[in-house]
């Protein structure tokens, strides 16, 4: 596809400048398409072309030079300079059989076998992501860990890694202890297992009110939580039976998502060996007392506890990070991972910066391979009923705005299960809505302009594949790999082939970065380039040739679609 049209230049251009082709393929960039001006397919900027080949005051009188010495051939129809570049067209003959029998050929897998991500890592990466407390309902703020977490859990499989996706629990510490104390003050066992989340987030309210006014509470809680530390059997079970219902409920909102996991743990699996971590920060001289009692790891420079983290409270009790370090240097052992990535917000950012520096101090080189991508806050996510704290709420609300929209539509079709149809599109609009910008900016949502049909939306989406899939009702001869590519002269055709050669850059550059909005802008354009063929390309009344030619180019753009919406976590629809 792109990566053999690339090769093809880079082969030529290597003969020139005596460079080995694979030097070249990364600096050879599919053009962006533009609506109105037929651009050509690829371009070489010379001041990119690695070594010392041209003249460094020149970059237009370089690219005149090179092109000068190239040739056109049978792949290659058009060369041009432009401003410090050198362009090239692709033989459209060539370009049109090579993409669509390509892309027929490969299918979900398309693109992802490209030369530019030949020096792709595809070793084994673990992703935690998601991680809520337990005995909590889902706040809004984990919607983003877990949709960020799944799309890059997503594209890291799609490229060859194996993926071990991973759900780090809060389930452990002063929380529980309230919790412990407050359901035997306030705990119903019939509304737990009506509404186990509801219910212990109501438990948890009462409580931690009371203990900020009590201390005969807050005095409760930490007994329970000691008791708990010590595997007393009465607080063990009931702190089970808490920890098993809340992932029953996360289940739930899993399914809903269309998000799985590979693994389960917790805090809780570390409280033991963060003790271990506390004695060997203590042999290697790394712990230091503050005037209040906590213990720190000095990661000052001038050791001046400028910059310390906290790894033990005063009482002798190990905190979060400790735990965390206990969990990092275990997957480093039993996985000898070649990545790891942790998913949460912004605000984690100085406590994984923390966790880093100590895993480097200790000598574990394996730290050099975990990463922290963060992301911002959202703002204004609210439904008819007023404020949103939890998902599940977001989750009814996308899909009770949909119905109604369907309902409202003339175009909607009638489908098997609407409310499952309004659910997969509402889970769209939540994650295109999500993913147009930078992660780790904050963004205010907007209902409304979420859930529109135009536009660069989700429901655009879902709307321009279902369109797309309803095509293939009119193909009675999609088994015949063969087709006449004088049938798709239209200028919709070329732009669209074109936009199909820079599928495998825009993954390139979404997995180096890990920044969806590269592949969310690459799919609307894809679709608003479906919505202007499927105007100028009509399908019935044609020939069966000229149909059959059609409905395959057609089916190329649902494929790559459909692709790049899986790899979002979309369900692409096929009926809506």
């Known amino acids: 596809m792109a990566c053999l049209f690339r090769r093809a230049i880079a082969e030529q251009v290597s003969q020139v400048l005596g460079l080995p082709p694979e030097k070249l393929i990364p600096h050879i960039h599919a053009i962006q398409v533009h609506r109105k001006q037929d651009s050509p397919d690829f ?162 309210v009462k409580v931690s009110a009371t203990a900020e006014k009590d201390d005969d509470i807050k005095q409760s809680a930490q007994d329970f939580m000691q008791r708990l530390e010590n595997g007393h059997p009465q607080a063990l079970s009931l702190w089970t039976h808490f920890r098993d219902l809340s992932i029953e409920e996360y289940a739930k909102v899993y399914k809903r998502l269309g998000v799985r996991f590979d693994e389960y743990s917790g805090e809780s699996f570390y409280t033991e060996k963060a003790q271990d971590i506390l004695k060997l920060l203590k042999s290697k001289g790394m712990l230091k007392t503050t005037g209040d009692g906590k213990i720190v790891v000095d990661l000052s420079e001038q050791g001046d506890l400028s910059t310390h983290s906290t790894v033990m409270r005063s009482d002798g009790t190990a905190l979060y990070i400790t735990r965390d370090l206990a969990a990092a240097i275990d997957r480093m052992e039993k996985y000898t991972f070649d990545e790891m990535i942790y998913v949460t917000d912004k605000s984690q950012q100085t406590h994984f910066e923390h966790l880093f520096k100590i895993l480097e101090i200790l000598g574990k080189e394996r730290v050099s391979k975990c990463q922290h991508v963060k992301f911002g806050r959202v703002q204004g996510m609210q439904t008819r009923r007023g404020d949103v704290i939890f998902l599940e709420d977001v989750l009814d609300e996308a899909r009770s705005r949909m119905l109604q929209n369907m309902a409202n539509s003339e175009t909607s079709k009638t489908t098997e299960d609407p409310a499952d149809t309004a659910e997969k599109i509402g889970i769209a609009a939540l994650i295109v809505q999500d993913f147009k910008g930078p992660l780790f900016s904050d963004y205010q949502f907007q209902w409304d302009q979420a859930l529109q049909s135009s536009g660069d939306t989700g429901v655009f989406l879902q ?46 550059k979404t997995l180096k970065e890990l920044q969806p909005r590269y592949l969310v802008s690459y799919l609307m354009g894809l679709g608003h380039l479906a919505n202007v063929a499927h105007r100028s390309l009509h399908v019935k009344g044609s020939s069966p040739d000229v149909a059959h030619a059609r409905l395959l180019f057609f089916n190329s753009i649902r494929v790559v679609l459909a692709n790049g919406m899986r790899l979002l976590g979309i369900t692409p629809l096929d009926k809506m």
């Open 463 to 508: 709307y321009t594949h279902a369109r797309l899939h309803s095509l293939l009702n009119l193909w009675e001869t999609r088994e015949k790999e063969e087709f006449d590519a004088n049938c798709l002269q239209d200028p919709s055709v070329s732009s669209t082939l074109r936009h199909f050669l820079r599928y495998d850059e825009v993954i390139h």
């Open 43 to 204: 371009q070489l900027y010379v001041n990119s072309v690695p070594g010392d080949h041209f003249n460094a005051t020149s970059q237009v009188e370089n690219a005149l030079k090179l092109a000068s010495k190239l040739a056109r051939n049978s792949v290659i129809s058009e060369i041009r300079t432009g401003r410090g570049s050198v362009t090239f067209r692709i033989n459209r003959d060539l370009l049109t059989k090579t993409i669509l029998r390509k892309i027929n050929q490969d299918g979900s897998s398309f693109g992802m076998n490209s030369e530019l991500l030949s020096n792709t890592s595809r070793g084994l990466t673990l992703v935690e992501y998601s991680s809520p407390n337990i005995a909590k309902k889902f706040h809004v703020g984990h919607l983003r860990s877990t949709i960020i977490g799944n799309f890059i859990a997503n594209l890291k499989e799609a490229v060859g890694c194996k993926v071990i996706r991973m759900n780090y629990l809060g389930d452990w510490g002063f929380q529980f202890g309230l919790l412990g104390a407050g359901f035997n003050k306030y705990g119903c066992e019939e509304k737990l297992r009506a509404n186990p989340l509801q219910h212990l987030f109501e438990v948890y």
